[in-house]
């Protein structure tokens, strides 16, 4: 049976839609924008608005009963939500009205700007839409395309809201005698103080009472009222330049965008270049890696090309405005210092910022302009941060130098755990519902496990219970008298771990913003204490016998505190361009070492030797970061080495008998880039695995536990693979959420789908323990014992079976 096809006559094409009264007020109204420089598309501007004619009738009618009855000075009517959000300003100004059409946005375009009507003749024409309008959508009118029954469309729109629309704006008819607006005045913007690079303007602004007696309660976004034109001064040094004819607040707000990421790019010691047009002109930068920058300002010039003239040929030269171009009058300061244009450029935000408020009250329920002064505060926050060098140089390192080596421990003898095989057999398994992982601890006789609402204490050799508490879910942390526990609320508890009753209670600012972090002070000669993150930026030491504060100490910014001890200092990492050593007696600050940098990552102390990174290390392809080798009672600086700009370091430095190794992560997987200890020179730069891992460095080899189920063993020497372990394949869901290896006695136990026993220093297969659990947590006691909890809820211990030696 041969196919049946419907074949349709498509060659007539549909008659152009009836224009409505609609059309007739646009194009009236927009009749200046198609000759304004720069001209613009007619498909740009919503001109054809069939769909949305009667909400937008609505709109404008309303927003001109306002404007003639004096309750308002400014009024935004919404013309198009497809493709692009048009809107349509009014201001009235007397007895006239100035009408603005602008796209709002980062980079604000002005297609009309001000142009002047008289406000009555304005109205009576939109008057006369709305009749046209009704007339047609009236009882036995007809419907076509040009009038579409919208009613379906909007819940009888047309029946309500239009003839209230109209008899609203007839009432409000004539003008009333108040003038809320008037005329603009030339108000200069000046900036205070002396700053190498001064930013000017003189805008034309107007002071509108109306919009003080009615501001809002909340802040609103209003772009329509930072539409104003004025001229730009920007003098560096002797040379001076002026933009003309500019809208000062657009460009101002994209100075500000520039200048900040300049900077960021200044301090990690990147290239940068943006140029674009904004409020009528040309805006630049361009800095280069060795920190030279170019301020490039202009005025772009538009001309028309005639239609014949074959450069009006291209993609659109089937509209009337193809033949545009765009010659464009440059200027470009080439020796521009970063930080100067900064603060030229705070300075100048500053003072837009205080002339628009003091002139326009209304303005400071502004949306816009709150973050636009947000963003000038956080540009004067970070050149504080990036210029401030108040580094600090301990003198007097010897009695601390001589502290870290009294309490440095010795060398333990070799073990034998590490040469035999190890077999395991299971002691008992615990069911614990909503099981925490990060407060789960293994201390001395005792495994105290934390879940959503209370705490378990159990006996770590036959699995007992011996007591169980109501508690709710905090930040834990077992300290050597206790388990401490911070609560949402800033609470800091003490619970024993005998009876897990309360010792004591401290009342802490709470945490907000980040996560709480703190380190744990016991050594021999200092004070059992607590140094816990409180607040936003504060750091507190809390006495473990009393739970008072002993001292508090403030940084600039508390994002992410990062602490490490090193004998009797304790090392602060905040994530500002500074790491302070603070005393751990008195919380005075011994020595502060400064970098453009943030310090985020986790330093590495060894003996004499600190190394600390600096750089985000958790975004990959930024690049910027650098290592820093440290004299950790003095604070001096013995190197500096920037990292490739290809990886982004994780963690803290792995320190090797002859090398710093840093772990990195890119696009091919984890890396390990390896550094002279003595001059910082790379040895090697290597990619480990194509997976997410786990490093830990155990004498001269550095041990990578991969997520995709890959041990490594790469030389901390020379970057030479060892070996290579493929220790599990199964799916994603049976890998442990944590995959650090425990070393203990010798052997290193390596969690995977299952917990595999190597030997690090040739990744010899001493055993396997023999468990159904995911070893999301892994803890090994003194005995080579093993317990292993997983997310789900169960807690298994695994005994060590009695080893063979040789005795000679």
Request: hydrophobic letters at 45%; one cysteine or more; charged letters at 25%.
């Amino acid at each position: 049976m041969p196919g049946l096809s419907l074949v349709a006559d498509n060659t007539r094409c549909s008659p152009e839609p009836e224009r409505t009264s609609l059309h007739d007020v646009l194009d009236f109204v927009l009749e200046g924008a198609r000759n304004a420089p720069p001209p613009l598309d007619e498909a740009a501007l919503p001109l054809r608005a069939e769909a949305e004619a009667l909400p937008l009738l609505c709109d404008l009618a309303e927003a001109a009963a306002e404007l003639a009855s004096g309750r308002r000075a400014r009024a935004v009517v919404r013309l198009c939500l497809e493709p692009d959000p048009w809107e349509l300003g009014l201001e009235r100004v007397g007895r006239d009205l100035l009408v603005t059409v602008f796209q709002g946005g980062d980079v604000p375009e002005v297609a009309l700007h001000e142009r002047r009507f008289e406000g009555e003749a304005l109205c009576a024409r939109v008057l006369a839409a709305i009749d046209r309008f009704a007339s047609h959508r009236g009882p036995g009118a007809r419907r076509d395309a040009a009038f579409p029954d919208n009613d379906a469309d909007h819940g009888g729109l047309g029946e309500h809201r239009l003839p209230a629309a109209r008899r609203c704006l007839a009432a409000a008819l004539p003008f009333s005698p108040d003038d809320p607006g008037g005329e603009p005045a030339i108000v200069g913007v000046e900036p205070t103080g002396e700053i190498p690079i001064a930013i000017a303007a003189e805008a034309l602004l107007r002071t509108s009472q109306g919009a003080a007696l009615a501001q809002p309660a909340v802040l609103r976004a209003d772009l329509f009222s930072l539409l104003f034109r004025g001229k730009i001064r920007v003098l560096v040094g002797e040379e001076a330049r002026e933009l003309p004819d500019v809208f000062i607040f657009p460009f101002a707000e994209q100075l500000v965008s520039l200048s900040l990421e300049s900077l960021d790019a200044w301090a990690r010691r990147q290239p940068y270049h943006r140029r674009l047009t904004v409020g009528g002109a040309i805006l630049g930068v361009r800095l280069h890696s060795e920190g030279a920058l170019s301020l490039t300002l202009g005025v772009p010039r538009v001309g028309r090309v005639p239609p014949g003239d074959p450069r009006a040929l291209g993609p659109g030269r089937g509209s009337p405005f193809a033949g545009v171009e765009e010659r464009a009058q440059t200027w470009t300061f080439p020796a521009v210092d970063v930080a100067a244009l900064a603060q030229g450029v705070v300075a100048f935000g500053r003072a837009l910022a205080r002339s628009l408020v003091r002139r326009d009250r209304g303005q400071t329920s502004n949306l816009r302009l709150f973050e636009f002064r947000a963003r000038v505060r956080e540009l004067a926050e970070r050149l504080r941060e990036l210029t401030r060098n108040d580094a600090k140089i301990n003198v007097a390192p010897e009695t601390y130098r001589a502290f870290a080596a009294a309490a440095r421990p010795q060398a333990a003898a070799e073990d034998t755990f590490g040469r035999t095989r190890l077999r395991f057999t299971a002691r008992w398994v615990a069911a614990i519902p909503s099981l925490d992982l990060r407060a789960t601890f293994l201390c001395g006789d005792v495994l105290v496990v934390g879940s959503t609402r209370e705490l378990t204490c159990i006996d770590r050799r036959t699995g007992e219970c011996l007591w169980r508490k109501q508690a709710p879910r905090a930040v834990s942390v077992m300290t050597p008298v206790g388990l401490g526990r911070l609560l949402p609320d800033g609470t800091l508890q003490l619970h024993e771990l005998s009876t897990g009753e309360v010792a004591w209670s401290t009342r802490l600012s709470p945490r907000v913003g980040a996560n709480a972090s703190g380190a744990v002070v016991s050594a021999p000669g200092l004070p059992r204490m607590l140094i816990v993150s409180e607040g936003t930026r504060h750091l507190a030491a809390v006495d473990l016998y009393s739970g008072e504060v002993r001292w508090r100490y403030a940084a600039r910014r508390g994002e992410n505190f990062r602490l490490r001890r090193a004998g009797k200092l304790v090392v602060v990492g905040s994530g500002e361009p500074a790491l302070a050593a603070l005393d751990v007696l008195s919380g005075e600050v011994v020595w502060r070492f400064c970098d453009r940098l943030p310090f985020a990552s986790p330093v590495a102390v060894d003996h004499d030797a600190l190394f600390a990174l600096a750089g985000d290390g958790a975004f990959v392809g930024r690049g910027g970061a650098r290592l820093h080798h440290l004299d950790p009672w003095s604070g001096e600086a013995r190197w500096t080495v920037d990292l490739p700009k290809h990886v982004a370091p994780v963690g803290a430095p792995l320190l090797g008998p002859e090398t710093v190794c840093v772990v990195t992560h890119g696009r091919r997987g984890t890396g390990l880039v390896g550094l002279d200890r003595r001059t910082g020179a790379t040895r090697f730069d290597l990619t480990a695995c194509a997976a997410t891992a786990s490093c830990l460095m155990v004498d001269d080899v550095v041990v990578v536990n991969s997520e995709a189920g890959e041990l490594v063993g790469v030389g901390a020497q020379d970057g030479a693979v060892r070996y290579r372990h493929v220790l599990a394949g199964g799916v994603e869901g049976d890998r442990p959420r944590r995959l650090e290896p425990v070393l203990r006695s010798g052997a290193l136990f390596v969690p995977q789908s299952e917990v595999h026993v190597v030997r690090p220093r040739d990744g010899a297969l001493l055993g396997k323990v023999p468990t159904d659990l995911i070893p999301d947590l892994l803890r090994v006691d003194e005995r080579c014992d093993v317990y292993v909890a997983e997310e789900s809820g169960h807690l298994a211990s695994f005994a060590a079976a009695p080893r063979l030696s040789l005795v000679q």
